[in-house]
């Protein structure tokens, strides 16, 4: 399979293509304010926050690309910052792909800040690493005291028959002093698929922090890692996305986060 898509490497890159959100708690009780940007260079499609709804407590917001992502030299960057108290759910339209770069590469960096009681559920929909793509993603998230997060990543090594890109994925969680909760570091392409996934071609990962998933009945294939400190990671290994985490999985841990 091969797709063309746009080649932005005749522009030079002028920054990052940057989202920002930003929700905050008002003193009156009132509907949270919600702060949204987006911005990038001339031809650098950008991810658009989208407001769906609000209330006293929290924002829904939709992520949605205005243009074709991930190609070669795009620098997606993802700024999110929750006040104490407030709450925030984000949904993705549609999942991403990163496709052939033709020798040339990018980078998708999230940064997350809970503050104190804060919330944060996000429910990734599937990150396709075409043949030819080399990215390099990271997740960086600090957690305030009594703040919650709901995470969800489906990792897809290439395209329905192609082999997989490369992409090297870091994961760094920390508390509101800096000590890390989890750090994990996973590099894949084609050859460390067979190796280290058993050839299978999908990761599928929910990240609870600042509490524990309490036990399901059911998790055939699924692999559970309760942190040193409150927190749990479900992951199942699969050969496609569909074959993932059960619903069930994700459900537990909104439930979870929302006590």
């Known amino acids: 399979m091969s797709t063309l898509t746009p080649d932005r490497r005749t522009t030079a890159p002028t920054g990052p293509q940057l989202t920002t959100i930003s929700v905050r708690r008002t003193e009156d009780e009132g509907a949270v304010r919600v702060g949204l940007g987006a ?11 989208m407001l769906l709804a609000v ?19 795009d620098a997606v960057a993802i700024h999110i ?26 980078t998708w960096d999230v940064d997350v800040r809970l503050g104190q009681g804060a919330t944060l559920t996000w429910a990734g929909e599937p990150f396709v690493v075409a043949a030819g793509a080399l990215v390099r993603r990271t997740t960086t998230v600090q957690v305030a005291d ?5 995470l969800r990543e489906t990792l897809v090594l290439g395209r329905s ?19 890390p909760l989890l750090v994990e570091e996973l590099a894949l392409d084609a050859d ?11 990761v599928d990962t929910v990240m609870v922090l600042g509490a524990r998933v309490p036990e399901l009945a059911g998790t055939l294939g699924c692999h559970r890692f309760d942190l040193e400190r409150s927190g749990t990671v479900l992951r ?3 050969d496609e996305a569909h074959r993932g985490l059960a619903d069930a999985h994700w459900a537990a841990a909104v439930d979870t986060i929302a006590r």
């Open 39 to 49: 911005s990038g260079g001339p031809g650098r499609p950008v991810i658009r926050p």
């Open 55 to 73: 209330d006293e407590r929290r924002a829904r917001v939709a992520l949605v690309p205005d243009g074709a992502l991930l190609l070669a030299d």
């Open 81 to 106: 910052d929750v006040g104490p108290g407030a709450g925030l759910e984000l949904i993705e339209p549609a999942g991403t792909v990163a496709y052939d770069m033709r020798g040339g590469r990018a």
């Open 146 to 150: 009594g703040a919650t997060l709901a």
């Open 161 to 179: 028959g192609e082999p997989a890109g490369q992409v090297r994925q870091r994961t760094a969680a920390v508390d509101e002093h800096g000590d």
């Open 192 to 202: 460390r698929a067979v190796m280290l996934l058993g050839g299978k071609r999908v």
């Open 236 to 238: 199942r290994l699969a």
